[in-house]
């Protein structure tokens, strides 16, 4: 029966996610809130079930969202950070909190380097003639570079006080607390 309940929560929490994730292929300016928003599925699925679930969850919203957003970039942020920050942040917080924070900055900023990437690929195929464009696309990516590391550093925090009132407040509220 347990394993039915964590099926049924996982298949509700992936739905969530792919709903998330939708509003913000829709509503463009909020991509990068749609990806961390549809993350905390994976927040709760990793702290209430844990083990293979949180990656099942990760997986379905990732292809799911793949296959049916009209907008990808949600969907690519969620691939790339979103989904799958949650998890490496509860193995990292096990660490020693200087090597959990080196940790999470070089998993941030792989991710980061990974999109810019991608970006200044799918760029240089549209401006392959402009050079002048592309020489202020290297400045702009430095500021994006620091301003997303900080950004970064609050989400990372912000992320740790939702959790907090999550476990201390919402399981109790929702009955959560034994139901697994």
């Not at 829709?26 to 293979?52: H, P, R, T, Y």
């Amino acid at each position: 029966m347990k394993n039915t309940k964590k099926i049924a929560l996982s298949a509700i929490l992936s739905a969530a996610g792919v709903v998330v994730l939708l509003t913000g292929s829709f509503l463009q300016v909020l991509d990068l809130s749609a990806a961390a928003i549809a993350g905390l599925a994976v927040v709760v699925a990793v702290i209430e079930m844990g083990g293979k679930y949180p990656v099942m969850i990760y997986i379905t919203v990732s292809l799911v969202s793949m296959l049916i957003l009209p907008d990808k970039m949600p969907a690519v942020f969620f691939i790339a950070f979103g989904g799958i920050y949650p998890m490496l942040k509860a193995s990292f917080e096990k660490l020693h909190p200087a090597v959990s924070w080196v940790l999470k900055f070089s998993m941030f900023n792989a991710a980061l380097l990974l999109l810019i990437f991608f970006m200044r690929l799918l760029l240089s195929r549209e401006l392959f003639n402009l050079r002048e464009e592309l020489a202020f696309l290297e400045t702009f990516e430095i500021i994006v570079f620091l301003l997303a590391n900080f950004m970064f550093l609050l989400y990372d925090i912000v992320m740790t006080k939702i959790i907090m009132i999550y476990i201390l407040k919402a399981r109790k509220l929702l009955k959560l607390e034994n139901y697994f």
